[in-house]
Protein backbone atom coordinates (compact mmCIF):
# COMPACT_ATOMS: atom_id res chain seq x y z
CA UNK A 1 0.00 0.00 0.00
CA UNK A 2 3.01 2.31 1.09
CA UNK A 3 4.42 1.73 -2.33
CA UNK A 4 1.59 2.59 -4.64
CA UNK A 5 1.28 5.66 -2.68
CA UNK A 6 4.48 6.84 -2.96
CA UNK A 7 4.41 5.57 -6.85
CA UNK A 8 0.76 7.95 -7.04
CA UNK A 9 2.76 10.69 -5.18
CA UNK A 10 6.00 11.00 -8.00
CA UNK A 11 3.44 10.93 -11.07
CA UNK A 12 1.73 13.72 -9.45
CA UNK A 13 5.23 15.90 -9.25
CA UNK A 14 5.34 16.57 -12.74
CA UNK A 15 2.12 17.96 -13.17
CA UNK A 16 2.66 20.19 -10.11
CA UNK A 17 5.14 21.58 -11.22
CA UNK A 18 4.15 22.65 -14.59
CA UNK A 19 0.92 24.27 -12.88
CA UNK A 20 3.19 26.26 -10.91
CA UNK A 21 5.22 27.11 -14.41
CA UNK A 22 2.25 29.26 -15.20
CA UNK A 23 2.49 32.95 -16.16
CA UNK A 24 0.73 34.51 -13.02
CA UNK A 25 -0.35 38.56 -13.08
CA UNK A 26 1.96 40.05 -10.66
CA UNK A 27 1.19 44.09 -11.09
CA UNK A 28 0.80 47.20 -13.62
CA UNK A 29 3.36 50.64 -13.16
CA UNK A 30 2.87 53.80 -15.22
CA UNK A 31 5.72 54.25 -17.24
CA UNK A 32 6.46 57.67 -18.38
CA UNK A 33 2.82 59.38 -19.06
CA UNK A 34 -0.33 58.32 -18.12
CA UNK A 35 -1.17 55.89 -21.04
CA UNK A 36 2.20 53.53 -20.86
CA UNK A 37 2.15 50.84 -18.84
CA UNK A 38 4.60 47.88 -17.91
CA UNK A 39 2.79 44.78 -16.81
CA UNK A 40 4.64 42.12 -15.12
CA UNK A 41 3.55 38.12 -14.50
CA UNK A 42 5.49 35.71 -12.24
CA UNK A 43 6.59 33.09 -14.50
CA UNK A 44 7.85 30.01 -12.55
CA UNK A 45 8.36 28.86 -9.00
CA UNK A 46 12.23 30.11 -9.02
CA UNK A 47 10.88 34.18 -8.77
CA UNK A 48 11.15 35.12 -12.13
CA UNK A 49 9.18 37.52 -13.91
CA UNK A 50 8.72 38.35 -17.34
CA UNK A 51 7.36 42.71 -18.35
CA UNK A 52 5.55 43.54 -21.59
CA UNK A 53 5.21 47.44 -22.56
CA UNK A 54 1.52 48.21 -23.71
CA UNK A 55 -0.64 51.06 -24.04
CA UNK A 56 -3.50 48.68 -23.17
CA UNK A 57 -4.82 49.58 -26.37
CA UNK A 58 -2.38 49.51 -29.85
CA UNK A 59 0.55 47.14 -28.58
CA UNK A 60 2.44 45.05 -25.98
CA UNK A 61 5.41 43.92 -26.40
CA UNK A 62 7.59 41.60 -24.56
CA UNK A 63 10.53 42.73 -22.55
CA UNK A 64 12.17 39.55 -20.78
CA UNK A 65 12.58 37.96 -18.08
CA UNK A 66 14.39 38.65 -15.53
CA UNK A 67 15.00 37.92 -11.74
CA UNK A 68 13.71 40.70 -9.49
CA UNK A 69 16.73 39.78 -6.36
CA UNK A 70 19.80 40.61 -9.07
CA UNK A 71 18.09 42.12 -11.75
CA UNK A 72 15.44 45.71 -13.13
CA UNK A 73 14.04 47.36 -16.19
CA UNK A 74 14.37 51.21 -16.14
CA UNK A 75 12.25 52.73 -18.61
CA UNK A 76 13.17 56.05 -19.71
CA UNK A 77 10.49 58.29 -22.48
CA UNK A 78 12.39 61.28 -24.78
CA UNK A 79 9.80 62.62 -27.66
CA UNK A 80 8.32 59.63 -29.75
CA UNK A 81 11.25 57.12 -28.01
CA UNK A 82 11.27 54.99 -25.33
CA UNK A 83 14.65 53.43 -24.04
CA UNK A 84 14.43 50.38 -22.16
CA UNK A 85 17.59 49.23 -19.98
CA UNK A 86 17.78 45.89 -18.53
CA UNK A 87 20.50 46.09 -15.86
CA UNK A 88 21.71 44.40 -12.26
CA UNK A 89 20.74 45.79 -9.40
CA UNK A 90 24.19 47.69 -7.47
CA UNK A 91 23.98 47.49 -3.09
CA UNK A 92 25.74 50.07 -1.24
CA UNK A 93 27.14 47.55 1.67
CA UNK A 94 28.66 45.92 -1.27
CA UNK A 95 31.75 46.37 -3.80
CA UNK A 96 28.89 45.71 -6.47
CA UNK A 97 27.88 48.44 -8.94
CA UNK A 98 24.96 48.06 -11.17
CA UNK A 99 25.54 46.89 -15.04
CA UNK A 100 24.05 47.23 -18.25
CA UNK A 101 22.89 43.81 -19.47
CA UNK A 102 20.67 45.42 -22.52
CA UNK A 103 19.56 48.23 -23.95
CA UNK A 104 16.23 48.37 -26.34
CA UNK A 105 14.73 51.68 -28.05
CA UNK A 106 11.49 51.70 -29.51
CA UNK A 107 9.01 54.47 -31.27
CA UNK A 108 6.10 54.86 -29.74
CA UNK A 109 4.64 55.98 -33.45
CA UNK A 110 5.84 52.06 -34.96
CA UNK A 111 4.91 50.32 -31.77
CA UNK A 112 1.12 51.71 -32.85
CA UNK A 113 1.38 51.42 -36.14
CA UNK A 114 2.39 48.07 -35.89
CA UNK A 115 -0.11 47.43 -33.49
CA UNK A 116 1.55 43.79 -32.12
CA UNK A 117 -0.60 43.05 -29.17
CA UNK A 118 0.93 39.20 -28.33
Known sequence: ?????????????????????????????????DSLYVEVFRVNPFGEY??????????RVFMGIYDPE????TYSCKGDSIIVWKHTLGYKSSDQISK???TKVYSLRELKKEHSIN
Open 50 to 59: STYLTDSTNF
Open 70 to 73: NEAY
Open 100 to 102: TLS
Open 1 to 33: MKVSVLIGLISLAPALLFVSCGKNYYTTAKVCH
